[in-house]
């Protein structure tokens, strides 16, 4: 069976060369990260994320230039000194601020990072039946399915989920990016000609190793990793109508001056799903010609706010999830660039009777049978109702918030279904006609009497 491949461990760097920045470029971000206030060697070198026998000729260069002063030291060494701006590093700081005011780890040149994403690549293992099982042995799903999603994650390229609301489209997608599993390093930041473009981004990427425990080794370059670097799992990143065409690309602010990645970017090595397709702020044409070029070959390309252009890597599972007919969404030369596309389709009712024990397990609910049953005949099929995959989660919410309000224990019955039903559903009238009350026969009426003549 196919194993989660470790990402190889960025080096740390042994020479200021080997940062892949000019020496100017790292003073630069010195003198702005001293600008905040007093510090020691080994609290500036941990904010850059650079070993301290690195920055030392950097901090002796700037001293002797006037600009940094050892106001004390907390210990011995060179690390241990209390360092701060002069009048002459404060204005010198505020020039650099007027170029970008990015304050924190040193980037990542742009080659650099270009050349981790395509070893990555070339590295990727991949997924076997047992593997993939196993990834979604949370879900009931159906094995024709899995046979459609296991060779489009081997394949790496772009999946379309498709079919009616409310059967798990986000849930499968969402589980392809873990069932991928692994981890992966993403740099802080890259460096492109000089211009900052932060990567790492909290809220999106799940961080494996504590930062923190690391900063008391920033003094010695050995038996480490590049710290610019974060390792972290591989990233699933979800959007959904809230997606626009500027979230595709660069963000300048231009009070800060350095950019941030388009969320794309960020989702490299990882999954993008682009939920509830044809339902975002802009036309879904819009989109698919801003991706026409990158899902075919691969690669992206994004702006500066100078005009300059560069290249970089689409290693993407992209994963868009509708329920509208995607012919309605895209034309043909759209499509053809999509390889998979899987419907998911309503459960049958087995399925829905395993999703719904499943969900009474989670809930610590006992399951009957039975009740499935009655729900079924009761609430679905005089109403011609689809099964909805959703269905016995949601339900089975609505009978714990009612069973809290009543004050009793969470439990199934007939009463709380239709009530609970009652609440979720909209009935309109049943397509099944109900039988016809019996016919009640007529009264007999009553005898006439005849008047009688006397």
């Not at 070993?51 to 002797?64: D, K, Q, S």
């Not at 049958?348 to 079924?376: G, P, W």
Request: glycine fraction near 6%.
């Amino acid at each position: 069976m196919a194993t989660e491949r470790l990402a190889a461990v960025p080096p740390v760097p042994t020479s200021l060369e080997a940062t892949g920045l000019g020496i100017d470029q790292i003073e630069q971000l010195l003198i702005k990260t001293l600008h905040t206030g007093e510090a020691t060697g080994i609290a500036v070198a941990d904010k850059m994320r650079l070993p301290f026998t690195l920055l030392e000729p950097i901090v002796e260069r700037v001293r002797a230039e006037r600009l940094v002063e050892v106001k004390g030291a907390s210990g011995a060494g060179a690390a241990s000194y209390r360092y701060a701006l002069t009048d002459g590093g404060r204005a010198r700081a505020e020039q650099y601020f007027s170029v970008s005011r990015y304050v924190g780890p040193l980037p990542v040149p742009l080659n650099t990072y270009i050349a981790s994403i395509n070893a990555m690549t070339a590295a990727r293992g991949y997924l076997e039946r047992d593997r993939l099982r196993n990834g979604f042995s949370h879900l009931i799903i159906k094995e024709d399915l899995l046979e459609q999603l296991g060779p489009a994650v081997n394949a790496n390229k772009a999946v379309f989920l498709y079919g009616p609301p409310g059967n798990g489209k986000t849930v499968i997608a969402e589980g392809m990016g873990k069932t991928i599993g692994g981890d992966m390093y993403m740099p802080h930041a890259i460096d492109v000609d000089g211009s900052t473009i932060t990567m790492y981004d909290p809220i999106v990427h799940e961080a494996l190793d504590g930062e923190e425990d690391e900063a008391a080794s920033v003094v010695v370059t050995s038996g480490q990793r590049d710290r610019r670097w974060v390792r972290i799992k591989r990233p699933v990143v979800m959007v959904g109508g809230e997606l626009t065409l500027d979230m595709l690309d660069l963000t300048f602010n231009p009070i800060s001056k350095f950019y941030e990645a388009p969320i794309h970017l960020k989702a490299n090595g990882g999954v993008f799903l682009v939920d509830d397709f044809g339902r975002q702020r802009m036309r879904p044409e819009d989109l698919l010609n801003r991706w026409i070029v990158p899902l075919e070959s691969r690669f992206d390309y994004l702006t500066l706010h100078t005009g300059k252009k560069f290249q970089v890597p689409f290693d993407v599972l992209v994963c868009f999830a509708t329920n509208l007919n995607p012919e309605s969404l895209a034309d043909e030369a759209f499509l053809r660039r999509i390889p998979y596309k899987i419907p998911v389709d309503d459960p049958s009712i087995e399925d829905f009777t395993r999703i719904f024990e499943l969900n009474c397990r989670r809930r610590k609910m006992r399951f009957h049978q039975v009740m499935v049953a009655y729900l079924h005949r009761r609430h679905y099929q005089p109403f011609n109702r689809p099964l909805r995959a959703c269905h016995p989660r949601d339900l089975l919410d609505q009978v714990i918030a009612l069973c809290r309000y009543r004050g009793m224990e969470p439990v199934i019955t007939r009463e709380l279904l239709d009530a609970a039903c009652a609440a979720y559903f909209i009935d309109a009238q049943p397509t099944v006609a109900p039988p016809p009350p019996p016919a009640r026969h007529p009264a007999a009426p009553a005898p006439v009497r005849r008047a009688e003549v006397h």
